[in-house]
């Protein structure tokens, strides 16, 4: 599903800036070290394929620095839910798609007021 944001008039340059300055705290992301531990806690909590510890570190690293990409709440709210819905670890583009479904809205908004800037 798309979300698109649009104006019916250019806001002013203040309003951008300042409706920019609201966003923002919306958009940071999870430290790594935090994204790092709650991937190791849904590990604890859901079935894997056999893998080395070495791959399974591998992995959450990979994944950690990838969900930077993402607003942290979005990630918290993402990795803390799927073992309440799913019995197997997340491939990537799982993970990718309910974060990019949980955080769309914020990035339209993100993506509407970088335009008019």
Known sequence: MRFDVSFRQRPAPEIIAAAQAALAPWLQPLDRREAVKALAQLRLLVRRRNETNDDL??????????LEAYPADVVVHVIGKWADREEWWPSWAELKAQCDRHSRRRM??????AKLS
């Open 108 to 113: 339209a908004l993100k993506a509407a007021l």
């Open 57 to 66: 570190d591998a992995q959450t690293a990979l994944y950690a620095a990838k």
